[in-house]
């Protein structure tokens, strides 16, 4: 890579990588994870920045590179181990009326290509065609899940204002 292909990455690199570990967060719930991935987008990134720093739409693809990394990390086996000291009985378990949840634990909940659908369409004010294009699936595909999301988010929040339909 030339000394100026080298420079317009890491000038990249630098002003994005803020906004990319938000988003990376926001997906997986983890600050250690999300610069894990980050980095993994960026590494990727950078052995495609040829290719790719004459293309209009960089960040555009910079977050494709980050949603895949997250849903390929979710789909390897150790990542669905959770270790814990004491194991709960989740039928005992219940959420008092009274326990606010936090839409990041509520996130945390959803599966990973929900989460990620409603993060870059949101939070990173993806199109849903911008959203289909990184999660490498149809339009229709972007809006069921998004409305299939946003259904779980409110009944996890049982919020009675989010509750209401909206016209």
Do not use: N
Not at 105 to 117: E, K, M, S, V, Y
């Amino acid at each position: 890579m030339s000394e100026a292909d080298e420079a317009a990455f890491r000038a990249f690199a630098v002003t994005r990588r803020p906004g990319l570990r938000r988003t990376a967060y926001l997906m997986c719930g983890d600050w250690h994870q999300a610069d894990d991935l980050v980095q993994t987008a960026l590494t990727k990134l950078y052995v495609a920045w040829k290719r790719v720093r004459g293309d209009e739409t960089p960040d555009a693809y910079v977050r494709r590179i980050l949603t895949r990394c997250f849903l390929d990390e979710r789909r390897r086996p150790w990542r669905r181990e959770s270790p814990v000291e004491v194991l709960e009985d989740r039928a005992a378990r219940t959420r008092s009326d009274d326990e606010a949840m936090d839409l990041r634990d509520a996130l945390a909940l959803l599966p990973p290509r929900q989460r990620a659908t409603l993060v870059l369409r949101f939070w990173a004010d993806a199109s849903v065609a911008e959203t289909a294009l990184a999660l490498d699936c149809s339009e229709g595909t972007v809006k069921s899940q998004t409305a299939r999301a946003i259904t779980t988010l409110r009944s996890l929040l049982a919020d009675p204002v989010l509750l209401e339909e909206t016209s």
